[in-house]
Nanobody
Framework: QVQLVESGGGLVQAGGSLTLSCAAP????????MGWFRQASGKEREFVAV????????SYSGSVKGRFTISRDNAKNTVYLQMNNVQPVDAAVYYC????????????WGLGTQVIVSS
């Protein structure tokens, strides 16, 4: 079974920064757009950000644009989510996912890493 492994979650103060990482198997990573999603307690999972296979194209949800940055290191098969000015509304379990070309859906998911924000 393909595994995506997130790390970097934890407790952060409001206004602080945190970087999440997600490692994926090489063959999957190189052929996939990589996305970050989150799910807050009692809410549905929502899209956060995505980066293309080449790393040249990114897209963000309106709620994180300007504060979060998605990036990838294709040599390390790892995607990152740099979270700046973290707010209490950002508290959630964060998941990374892979959308392997030519699929239009995210077919591979990690187990998630929790972000807790103290105000």
């Amino acid at each position: 079974q393909v595994q995506l492994v997130e790390s970097g979650g934890g407790l952060v103060q409001a206004g602080g920064s945190l970087t999440l990482s997600c490692a994926a198997p090489g063959l999957l990573f190189s052929s996939s757009d990589m996305g970050w999603f989150r799910q807050a307690s009692g809410k549905e999972r929502e899209f956060v950000a995505v980066i293309s296979r080449s790393g040249t194209t990114t897209s963000y949800s309106g709620s994180v644009k300007g504060r979060f940055t998605i990036s990838r290191d294709n040599a390390k098969n790892t995607v990152y989510l740099q979270m700046n000015n973290v707010q209490p509304v950002d508290a959630a379990v964060y998941y990374c996912a892979a959308r392997r070309w030519p699929s239009a859906s995210y077919d591979f998911w990690g187990l998630g890493t929790q972000v807790i924000v103290s105000s």
